[in-house]
């Protein structure tokens, strides 16, 4: 039950995304953006993504001791706005993207850091279990990933990503 090491980028898919798409633009890959969202069959096919969704794809090639998640702003996103929809504290959002603390506004589709981490499902794990080893409640880990493709909080396959506090 590890939380994973690298940078991830959290995406909100637009019309017309393709996962080819998405992983072009967040220089990532398919298979990397399959894997992490759990985009296989019998889960859910790879044209099985809808605008809003948030895809989280791996910066290849990141490796470090660290687990970074990065989120592209959207036209309108506010840092308070991001904040509730990633279930953190706002001074927390701040403290990890200092440059924000005296700019202007976010500027849409800007990389801002979320002070989350993605946690690798593994075979036999439940939302239970993996709550109770992070000591966060479920209902928390549910929030941050509602938005995902091929999330339900009774079926993890082995792989997928969790966004976790």
Same mark, same amino acid.
């Given at each position: 039950?590890?939380?994973?090491?690298?940078? +991830? !980028?959290?995406? !909100?898919? @637009?019309?017309?995304?393709?996962? +080819? !798409?998405?992983?072009?633009?967040?220089?990532?890959?398919?298979?990397?953006?399959? @894997? =992490?969202?759990? %985009? /296989?069959?019998? /889960?859910?096919?790879?044209?099985?993504?809808?605008?809003?969704?948030?895809?989280?794809?791996?910066?290849?090639?990141?490796?470090?001791?660290?687990?970074?998640?990065?989120? $592209?702003? &959207?036209?309108?996103?506010?840092? @308070?706005? =991001?904040?509730?929809?990633?279930?953190?504290?706002?001074? *927390?959002? %701040?403290?990890?993207?200092?440059?924000?603390? *005296?700019?202007?506004?976010?500027?849409?589709?800007?990389?801002?850091?979320?002070?989350? @981490?993605?946690?690798? $499902?593994? !075979?036999?794990?439940?939302? /239970?279990? %993996?709550?109770?080893?992070?000591?966060?409640?479920?209902?928390? %880990?549910?929030?941050?990933? &509602?938005?995902?493709?091929? /999330?339900?909080?009774?079926?993890?396959?082995?792989?997928?990503?969790?966004?976790?506090?």
């Amino acid at each position: 039950m590890p939380v994973v090491r690298g940078t +991830y !980028t959290v995406y !909100t898919v @637009h019309p017309n995304d393709t996962l +080819y !798409t998405i992983a072009n633009r967040l220089g990532s890959n398919v298979p990397g953006v399959l @894997h =992490i969202n759990g %985009i /296989f069959p019998p /889960f859910l096919e790879p044209q099985g993504i809808y605008p809003g969704q948030w895809v989280i794809a791996p910066v290849p090639d990141s490796i470090n001791a660290q687990s970074r998640v990065l989120y $592209v702003v &959207q036209p309108g996103d506010t840092l @308070h706005g =991001i904040a509730q929809d990633f279930s953190i504290p706002l001074q *927390n959002l %701040i403290n990890a993207n200092p440059q924000l603390a *005296n700019a202007d506004g976010l500027q849409s589709f800007q990389l801002i850091e979320v002070p989350i @981490h993605v946690f690798a $499902v593994s !075979t036999g794990d439940s939302l /239970f279990n %993996i709550s109770q080893a992070l000591g966060v409640s479920a209902q928390v %880990i549910i929030q941050l990933n &509602q938005r995902r493709p091929g /999330f339900s909080p009774t079926v993890l396959p082995a792989g997928y990503g969790l966004l976790v506090p």
